[in-house]
Structures are given as C-alpha cells and as structure tokens.
C-alpha cells in the first residue's frame, strides 16, 4: 500500500465527493476511484457507501481513516527525521580514540563538532586497539596509530608527532633542551604497561639502538604517569603535542636529538560503512584540527 494512495483516500473522505477531491489532489476521477477501489478489494471491505452521486463513510472506511491519519502522520515524522539525519541535524557519532588523547587532547574538537551539531550524540570510547574497534563495528570512526594497509579500510593520515623526553621542573636534566640516544638509556622512567601500543613504538625503537628503558614504574592511565612526573619520581617517553596539549607548567620537555621517534595519527573508518552527514563533516573536522 502506498502512502501517496492514503493520502488521497483522506482528501476523499473530507470531501465526500470524488470529483472535487480529483480536482483537489489533480489525478482524473477514474484514476482516484480505481485507487479506492483497490483499498476496498485488499481490505476486503467496502469503504463508501456510494448513494448516486454523493458517498458516505462506512463503519471499516471511518476505521482506515482514523490509522490513515496516524500513518501518513507517522511517515511524514519518518522522512522529517531521515532528512534531518542526512544534513546533520540528528543521529548518534561512536568515535573510538587512544585514551590519553581522549584524556588531554581532543576535548577542543568534540566542542567544536558540538558547536555545529548540537543535536548529533557523540559517544566517545577509548581503547588501546582503536583499529579493531573499527574492525568489529564498535565505532564509526577511529582516531589512532597508524596501520597496515587493510583493504576493509580508509585510512586518512592526520598528522607525525615526535616523541620527546617529559620531566619535572625539579629534575635534573630539567635545564636540558636535548639529549642524545645514548643518554636516555641511563635515566629511569615512568611508562605505559608493555603491550600498550605507545609503549611498544618506544621500546621498539629502544631496541634498535641497543637498549631497553629503565622503567622503574608502570601505570595504564595517562594521568597517573603525568602525576608520577610531576613528583619527580622519574621521566616518560610521550608525544610532544600530547604534552603540550596538557599544558602543565611544571613538566619540561626535551627534545632527543638524531632519530627520535615519532608516530602517525590516522583517522580511519571500514570502507563498506555508510558515513551520514555528520560523520563526513566530523572527519573534516578531525582532519583540520590536526593540522
């Protein structure tokens, strides 16, 4: 059934006459009384009493009426919402992001987005596996370490953020604007546990040199390791930008001189995902805010 014939079928029973509602709707007579009787054949049901040229409304006919209403109504609702869901206006936005970047980083841009999308719902996960977050359809989109190529994803490049040594004011290396490879091996550290993905891009490059750090505390929580800093109880591997996005006066960074490690942000979704308005318009913004 459709709803165009519905609609007709009200405008007919609010004028009780098929011409006027023909001319009404602007369809020729015989058109609108072959759409009514094709509702009076699938009901099994006659919907008019037809008394000359004037009809009336059975019982059945004043029934389909009052649920025509309601689902033209219904309908009308339905493609007022799917709009506004294609042009932004509403929906929901899973975002899957590294959790000290959730932590200290990307406030600014859900701001932002919320900014221009007020009625869009961003739920924002951290994982330390962003990729298989989007692998499983647990998100729409990630922001995270770059990977490998995978054919089941689009991968934008976002930006390459070196990593710096991160002390307390009161360390002694504090006055230090650099170090080489060879002295980082000889201070002690605070870092991610093994198997984090940051943790392992540092020991990675650690072991290219020949050395592992002396890491004398463990913490999964990005705000533990920043306070583990601050006391001075030793220093940490991180992202320049992360740090600075922290803005802590009383951390010093160091830049570490020759090779110093770095890594990719990307932003990546599934290729066979639908991606609605919003979510291209968040991408966008992800990708400017980077820069």
């Given amino acids: 059934m459709e709803t165009r014939i519905l609609e007709n079928f009200i405008i007919v029973c609010k004028e009780l ?18 759409q009514i ?28 009426l009052e649920y025509s209403v309601q ?5 009308a609702n339905a493609q007022d919402a799917i709009a506004q869901f294609r042009t932004g206006q509403r929906g929901t936005l899973v975002i899957g992001v590294l ?22 719902k961003l739920k924002v996960l951290s994982s330390i596996d962003v990729l298989n977050q989007v692998l499983d359809n647990e998100v729409d989109i990630g922001i995270g370490l770059s990977s490998s190529p995978d054919e089941r994803l689009v991968r ?24 080489s490879i060879e002295e980082l091996r000889h201070i002690q ?33 990005a705000t533990s390791i920043v306070s583990l800093v601050k006391a001075n109880i ?22 570490i001189s020759d090779d110093a490690p770095y890594r990719s942000f990307e932003i990546v ?17 992800t990708i400017e805010f980077f820069k």
């Avoid at 006459?17 to 072959?34: D, K, N």
């Avoid at 959790?99 to 869009?120: E, G």
């Fill in 269 to 285: 979704y599934r290729s066979d995902r639908y991606l609605g308005f919003s979510a291209q318009a968040f991408i966008r913004q």
């Fill in 99 to 120: 959790p000290s970047d959730l932590d200290y980083r990307i406030t600014q841009l859900l701001v932002d987005f919320h900014a221009i999308f007020p009625k869009v």
């Fill in 189 to 221: 550290t605070v870092m991610y546990p093994q198997g984090f993905t940051g943790r392992e891009l540092i020991d990675n490059w650690c072991r290219k040199y020949g050395f592992a750090l002396d890491t004398i505390m463990e913490t999964a929580s």
């Fill in 234 to 255: 030793g220093g940490t591997v991180q992202p320049y930008p992360l740090i600075k996005a922290m803005d802590e006066p009383t951390l010093h960074c160091i830049r």
């Fill in 156 to 179: 934008v490049p976002l930006s390459r953020e070196e990593y710096v040594l991160v002390v307390s004011k009161n360390h002694d290396w504090a006055d230090r604007e650099s170090i």
């Fill in 17 to 34: 006459h098929f011409t006027r509602a023909a001319e009404i709707i602007g369809i020729a007579q015989p058109t609108l009384s072959q």
């Fill in 37 to 64: 009787r094709a509702l009076e054949d699938e009901f099994d049901v006659p919907l008019f009493d037809r008394v000359g040229k004037k009809i009336m409304l059975t019982q059945a006919g004043a029934l389909l």
């Fill in 71 to 75: 689902m033209v109504r219904h309908m």
